[in-house]
């Protein structure tokens, strides 16, 4: 439901960005939790927090990715990209959360919220890039600079990114 919910919202008002930020901090705050020395069902609250973050996050940020490539296979290879980069955290998580740290699993909770944490914080850069884009993009456009079809992409004057 929330994520259902997430990306309705992040599709109408096209704020991939706001979306990634407002729900990065509810995993951060359940790990933080995990780590913590609480009742069970404060843990498992935690685990409802934890999984707003991950599934908003992880559609918000194809999305946002997908929404600011230009041409097609600039897109394909980006999301690929983006997907077998993603596809790694499978590998690392049966090396970080083992058996023998049961039930605590504190290597795994902490490394999770430190990777969530640093994504929270690309982010911004990321934003911070695109901004700066966009602003080249508007003297470009000023100055009456155009790209012919075939040059055509996401550096291109008139390609908007989504924010």
């Known amino acids: 439901m929330v994520y259902g919910v997430g990306a309705v919202l ?22 933080a939790i995990l780590l913590g020395h609480v009742s069970a069902s404060v ?27 230009a041409p ?37 909770h902490s490394w999770s919220l430190g990777c969530l944490a640093f994504a929270w914080s690309g982010w911004w850069v990321v934003r911070s890039i695109y901004k700066r884009r966009e602003a080249a993009k508007d003297k470009a456009l000023a100055e009456g600079w155009t790209v012919s079809p075939e040059e055509w992409s996401d550096r291109a004057p008139d390609f908007r990114y989504q924010f």
């Open 10 to 31: 992040s599709d109408k008002y096209k704020a991939r960005f706001l979306s990634l930020i407002i729900s990065a901090p509810f995993g951060i705050a359940g790990y």
């Open 72 to 108: 097609d296979g600039k897109r394909a290879a980006s999301v690929g990209i983006l997907l077998t980069l993603t596809n790694i955290g499978g590998v690392v998580a049966g090396q970080i959360y083992q058996t023998k740290s049961a039930p605590a699993f504190t290597l795994g």
């Open 43 to 69: 843990r498992y609250f935690a685990t409802y927090l934890i999984s707003t973050a991950c599934f908003l996050c992880t559609g918000t940020n194809i999305a946002w990715l997908s929404g600011n490539c």
